[in-house]
């Protein structure tokens, strides 16, 4: 098992009271599995995503990856970690603005001090494999959502990670874009064998994971 | 990429804000520059004309009167002519010149005249020990003489100037200033006896105006066995260097003179140690005030890049950037602002005192390329510390609500 949870909980203060985003959940990932984590708005599901490796401070419960538990762990350990094994794909595709399409996809390599000859052939190659090796050089105003998209798909597996956790990933996107879309990231999780954890609120888009995992008010409803 | 490139190229892409940012450290740094550039020149130009002015210390007895600087050395007592090796042993700095005389008001056919006994060049040189101190190399002259390379450097071929340099004044030779020569119907290669010694006048020195123009100029020697005062002078001239002055030199020759009387032209050392002092104080003044306009202005521009940045930071640190990452990314940046602005604030406030040195204070300015260093130094320092703050709050960002901001 890559990740599980236990009693995971998350409980924010607010001016009318406290509010629990995550009510003692549990749960647990195989490697190269294709989770979606479905819900309506504000059942946590942002929150689940975010927290298990430590962008998100959980109030208590224990989180283990690769068997080794991480929830205690120090904000360097965690860096550590999501820079080596997790990739982050996002909503509103959170690529640098002002950075080409090449230059966002070498970010994470950067991070992981790769020589420049290996982040060029590695970023190329893969730009090549989410078809966008003809916009390499173009900015992300530049690009169409979609193509945005493949960006960060292409940034989120381009180190090589155990796992990618994508939050509403076809939320900014037309049904057609969408599909195209999850397409993909079927074949990276099938032709990778690259984990993968999935936050949406669409039924569409749920369907192309090999589980599902369904929250409501903080808690999983099922499995 | 590296994060070094990912900086530059958001420099590059921000031109807009990277100039408003640059605009205040590079003022500031213009300011300072252009107000040292002038006061550097100017302390420069009055330590010439001090220098040319001749000695400006004068070393008496105690008992000497020194109501008037410029005759304080007639009929005063008398103090060792060794006081000058003493001095010379010392290794006390911004000692260019010393002169050693003896000076007395005798009558010379009927008439009182003031004798003054020099020592020339050729004699100081004959001298191991002063030439072991190196003196001899700093164009030791005599008699209030201006040095050499200070006349020649600057083209002055003043002839009021010139003549106090005495390179040789043999035994039994004299000369005459000009008021004396026509008190005394002196000419060239006339004889004058002068306390039952005659003595061959070699020249008779041009008018300057000065009390040197009532004097009869002669051997130190021959003036004190004339006179029967062997081995004392009655003053030692010194040429300090002006900024010596100011620094305390008076007081050291004091310390290793304790019982004589060390004093300066008062009123010129005083005028330029108030100058000097002023335009320290002026410069100090503004650099605190850059400092902060500065620090501040950059920490400004260093916050607003980090707040429109937000989710950049928040992105990076998602993708597993440290916060000594961030450090980097924003201390980097402020440490090119401060190259930069170092930079052009030198070339603007030099060219600013190139400019307006002659309207304001009359004065050439050169470039001072040592100040290139300095400009930079400082904008640097001022750029990070003002950076400082906003960097360690950017660092400190919750990752998860800066990517919430969508």
């Known amino acids: ?223 | 990429m590296t994060i070094t490139k990912l900086v530059l190229i958001e420099l590059w892409k921000r031109k807009s804000q990277l100039i408003t940012g640059l605009l205040a450290i590079t003022l500031g740094i213009a300011v300072i520059v252009a107000i040292q550039s002038v006061a550097v020149v100017s302390e420069q130009n009055v330590a010439k004309n001090l220098d040319n002015l001749g000695a400006n210390i004068l070393v008496l007895p105690q008992a000497a009167s020194i109501d008037d600087y410029y005759t304080s050395d007639i009929d005063a007592p008398t103090l060792p002519i060794d006081y000058v090796e003493r001095i010379l042993e010392s290794t006390i700095a911004g000692v260019d010149n010393m002169s050693p005389k003896l000076t007395r008001r005798v009558s010379v056919n009927g008439k009182s005249v003031v004798l003054t006994g020099i020592l020339p060049k050729s004699e100081i040189a004959s001298k191991p020990l002063w030439q072991s101190s190196g003196l001899l190399g700093k164009q030791l002259t005599t008699s209030c003489a201006p040095s050499q390379t200070a006349n020649q450097s600057h083209g002055m071929e003043d002839e009021k100037l010139k003549r106090k340099a005495i390179d040789t004044l043999y035994s039994e030779d004299c000369m005459a200033g000009s008021q004396v020569a026509k008190k005394l119907s002196l000419t060239a290669n006339k004889k004058i006896n002068i306390l039952g010694k005659e003595f061959m006048v070699v020249k008779v020195l041009p008018e300057t105006g000065t009390v040197d123009d009532d004097r009869i100029f002669a051997n130190l020697k021959d003036v004190q066995a004339l006179l029967k005062i062997e081995n004392q002078v009655s003053a030692i001239e010194i040429m300090g260097c002006c900024n010596a002055i100011s620094e305390g030199l008076l007081g050291q020759l004091r310390n290793i003179l304790p019982d004589t009387r060390v004093t300066s032209i008062n009123q010129i050392v005083s005028t330029q140690i108030e100058t000097n002092q002023l335009m320290r104080k002026v410069t100090l003044v503004m650099l605190i005030i850059i400092f902060f306009v500065g620090g501040i202005s950059i920490g400004n521009y260093i916050w607003a890049n980090v707040n429109e940045r937000k989710r950049e930071i928040g992105i990076l640190r998602m993708m597993g950037a440290e916060r000594m990452t961030i450090y980097k990314m924003f201390l980097l940046k402020a440490l090119l602002l401060g190259i930069a602005g170092g930079i052009l604030g030198f070339l603007l406030g030099t060219l600013a005192g190139v400019i307006l040195g002659p309207y304001l204070a009359g004065i050439v300015v050169k470039p001072l390329y040592i100040y290139l260093v300095w400009s930079i130094l400082l904008s640097i320092t001022i750029a990070l510390a003002g950076s400082l703050i906003p960097t360690y709050l950017a660092a400190k960002f919750d990752p998860h609500s800066n990517l919430q901001e969508d």
Do not use: C, W
Not at chain 1, 75 to 82: F, K, Y
């Open chain 1, 1 to 223: 098992m890559i990740l599980k949870g236990e009693n995971v909980f998350k409980q924010y203060q607010h001016t009318s009271g406290k509010i629990s985003a995550l009510d003692h959940v549990s749960f647990g990932v195989e490697n190269g599995d294709f989770v979606t984590v479905t819900g309506p708005s504000g059942s946590g599901k942002s929150t689940l995503l975010l927290s298990i490796f430590g962008l998100i401070r959980l109030t208590s419960g224990t989180i283990f990856f690769n068997g080794n538990r991480i929830d205690n762990m120090s904000d360097r350990h965690l860096t550590e970690i999501r820079k080596k094994s997790v990739g982050y794909i996002l909503q509103s595709f959170a690529l640098v603005p002002y950075l080409t399409t090449i230059q966002n996809v070498m970010i994470p390599l950067a991070l992981e001090k790769v020589s420049k000859k290996e982040q060029q052939n590695r970023a190329e190659e893969i730009l090549e494999y989410v078809g966008l090796s003809d916009r390499k050089d173009h900015l992300p105003r530049e690009l169409s959502a979609g193509q945005q998209q493949r960006v960060a798909i292409a940034r989120s597996i381009v180190h090589r990670p155990q796992i990618i956790m994508a939050d509403e990933p076809t939320g900014n996107l037309d049904p057609a874009l969408s599909g195209e879309i999850l397409e993909f990231l079927r074949k990276i999780n099938r032709e990778n064998k690259i984990t993968i954890m999935m936050v949406t609120h669409s039924p569409m888009a749920a369907g192309f994971g090999t589980r599902r995992l369904h929250l409501s008010e903080g808690k999983i409803i099922n499995h």
